[in-house]
Nanobody, 123 residues
Framework: QVHLVESGGELVQAGGSLRLSCAAF????????MGWFRQTPGKEREFVAA????????YSADSVKGRFTISRGNAENTVFLQMNVLKPEDTAVYYC????????????????WGRGTQVTVSS
């Protein structure tokens, strides 16, 4: 069982930056792939970025490429999402997720989810 806790979401102006963190408790963090997803009211959860268990491989959604970077610190049992050049359309609840399988963009493949952290980008 893995318990995930996100932090770092807040209100920021367009063009600004935020760094989200996701702390993992329980399980063996160094063996699980991690991902970030986001969701706005009335819409499906959207893939943002994912990183493999060893940090060697990562994926990003086209909408955030060049602006968002996912990374992990296995010593700290934490995964990060560095978000730069934020846009109003990035406004959403951001969720951290973990899977014991390989790195994936599919929400259905993730076994554990955090409760989310709100990111609001004002224009």
């Amino acid at each position: 069982q893995v318990h995930l806790v996100e932090s770092g979401g807040e209100l920021v102006q367009a063009g600004g930056s935020l760094r989200l963190s996701c702390a993992a408790f329980g399980g063996t963090f160094g063996t699980i792939a991690m991902g970030w997803f986001r969701q706005t009211p009335g819409k499906e959860r959207e893939f943002v970025a994912a990183v493999s268990w060893n940090g060697v491989s990562s994926y990003s959604a086209d909408s955030v490429k060049g602006r968002f970077t996912i990374s992990r610190g296995n010593a700290e049992n934490t995964v990060f999402l560095q978000m730069n050049v934020l846009k109003p359309e990035d406004t959403a609840v951001y969720y951290c997720a973990a899977t014991s399988g390989p790195i994936t963009k599919q929400a259905r493949d993730y076994d554990y989810w955090g409760r989310g952290t709100q990111v609001t980008v004002s224009s």
